[in-house]
């Protein structure tokens, strides 16, 4: 039941590994802790950086835009000069240009000042103040008594639309400072529109609040935007954090994995060596022993125990010679000793040598090789060593009474393969990555009597993957197993360019053959050389 109720966990997350679901769990819980402090050590209800970077953008903006609101400013007192007192448009004229430049030098002090979250709470109630001013100010022109006498209804309504539109996209990073320059222009309007007493006038005030009502949730909406892009901004920041902090424990990793590496290397090369010196002298004496060489033993049984004394000596052997070839396969030190060899006869070579074993295991081994097979170019001793651990574990995990085939023949690219296919007890298929794995053993391995290091096809696959062929393990449980060696046609003989004669030969034989003519000499066979 709990299986059933992991596996759509598993098909929605599909390439989320086990590591990766942890980590990615782990920074949402961090994000939750850190959006909850901020939130409660914000005065804004976001992040204390977030309320500089709006600050400071809504600084910024009034500092670009300084140019336009002083066109704005000069335009409005001019128009309202031309319908009303001309001193009076001008003195506004001026007062607004003065509270326009005690905003713009504020922007500019604030954007000087270096980041603090206790200097942006102060300089942000003084941006709302300094607005506050400069609403209040629109509101002294666009309500005077003497030019509401003069100035149409359909220019109040114009000019006010556009104070609140400027002033709101001006200020949509801080959503306050928009509703303190805005409303105070609305109310005093809408006021005045109300006082008319007429229908037209109703029309007016209402249109008045329902455009105040439109430009602040534009003036929201904006900043619910720029918030969300610093939000990005912060997340994209973090991960990439993050990403550093995992690539430089990824390098420390490797690092330390290439020194382990190192020191199992020098561990094994040193450890061999140890271990065979010994390890000659034991066979040499337990081979002396069991021949009898000085003797017949007192005691026939001796004779017994030398022999298991060499035999467990042998094996150990190849168990250091299997682990050492491992070691220098993996640092990249083993090297290749490439001749021109014929792939059948090294499988019938090594067919002969286990052909005994397998004969008193009552196995059949089937040999079917095509005629005419040209020479590969590889290293004898390791495509032997690959055939010989191929062929003693299809013996090893083949039943009394059973049959292996040995194939060799050519590819559809070309090249040559080795096939070895018997019919013992299979791998199951989640196990295959196991035993071709360092050390890796199956569960029939290891039920099996005749145990062993695991090290029989990683090393295998190694060899051949060195010869740049291609090994393939199929097997199904209860019905056999079949390893297929591909080597590629670029080791093939046949398929090598012929080498070119030398041209500065052809002269030089004619010139001996005049030699040979002039001194009564019998003339040599070119085509023999000389």
């Known amino acids: 039941m709990s299986e059933s109720a992991e596996k759509p966990e598993v098909f929605q997350l599909p390439a989320e590994g086990p590591v990766v679901a942890p980590a990615r769990n782990r920074r949402v819980a961090a994000q939750r802790v850190r959006e909850a402090r901020d939130r409660l050590t914000s005065t804004s209800g976001t992040r204390p950086a977030f309320d500089h970077e709006l600050v400071r953008q809504y600084a910024q903006t009034r500092q670009s835009a300084s140019f336009v609101i002083m066109l704005l400013v000069v335009v409005t007192g001019a128009l309202f000069g031309f319908w009303s007192d ?105 006021l005045n529109f109300l006082l008319g007493g007429t229908f037209d006038s109703y029309v007016l005030a209402a249109l008045t609040v329902a455009a105040e009502a439109y430009f602040a949730l534009l003036a929201h909406r904006l900043h619910s935007t720029t918030l969300a892009t610093l939000e990005a901004r912060a997340e994209k920041d973090a991960l990439i954090g993050e990403l550093e902090q995992a690539k430089a424990i990824s390098d420390e990793a490797r690092h330390r994995a290439e020194a382990a590496n190192v020191a199992k290397s020098r561990f094994l090369a040193q450890m061999s ?71 059948v006869h090294v499988v019938s070579d090594c067919h002969h040598l286990l052909k005994l074993r397998a004969t008193s295991r009552g196995i059949t081994i089937h040999e079917v090789f095509e005629k005419g097979m040209p020479r590969i170019w590889g290293d004898e001793r390791a495509v032997r060593q690959v055939v010989l651990n191929l062929l003693s574990n299809s013996i090893k995990f083949t039943p009394q009474g059973g049959e292996i085939w040995l194939k060799v023949g050519w590819t559809a690219s070309g090249g040559q393969y080795l096939s070895v296919k018997d019919t013992g007890s299979g791998i199951p298929e989640e196990e295959i990555p196991v ?40 097997s199904k449980l209860r019905i056999g197993t079949e390893v297929v060696v591909t080597f590629p046609p670029e080791r093939v003989m046949s398929a090598l360019a012929p080498m070119a004669d030398e041209a500065p030969l052809q002269p030089r034989l004619v010139e001996i053959d005049e030699r040979s003519r002039a001194r009564g000499k019998p003339i040599m066979n070119a085509g023999t050389g000389l």
């Open 86 to 190: 001309p001193i009076t448009a001008g003195a506004w004229t001026v007062g607004m240009l003065c509270i326009h430049a005690v905003i713009i030098r504020n922007c500019s002090r604030f954007l000087q000042e270096p980041a603090s979250p206790a200097r942006t709470r102060v300089w942000r109630r003084r941006f709302v103040v300094l607005d506050l001013i400069y609403g209040l100010a629109w509101t002294s022109i666009l309500v005077h008594p003497v030019e509401l006498t003069m100035v149409s209804n359909t220019l109040l309504m114009f000019l006010m639309l556009l104070v609140i539109a400027v002033s709101s996209m001006l200020a949509a990073s801080l959503p306050i400072a928009a509703l303190a320059a805005t409303i105070p222009v609305t109310c005093a309007i809408a």
């Open 273 to 343: 060596h140890e271990l065979r010196t010994p390890l000659n002298a034991i066979l040499g004496f337990s081979e002396v022993m069991k021949s009898e060489i000085f003797g017949a033993h007192a005691v026939p049984v001796y004779k017994d125990y030398s022999a298991d004394i060499h035999n467990s000596g042998v094996h150990l052997l190849n168990l250091i010679n299997e682990i050492l070839d491992l070691s220098r396969i993996e640092a990249g030190r083993y090297e290749l000793n490439e001749e021109a060899i014929s792939l």
């Open 435 to 474: 035993v071709l794995a360092s050390f890796g053993q199956g569960s029939n391995s290891i039920k099996s009597a005749e145990q062993g290091a695991g090290l029989g096809l990683p090393i295998a696959k190694s060899l051949v993957d060195m010869h740049g062929g291609t090994f393939t393990l199929k």
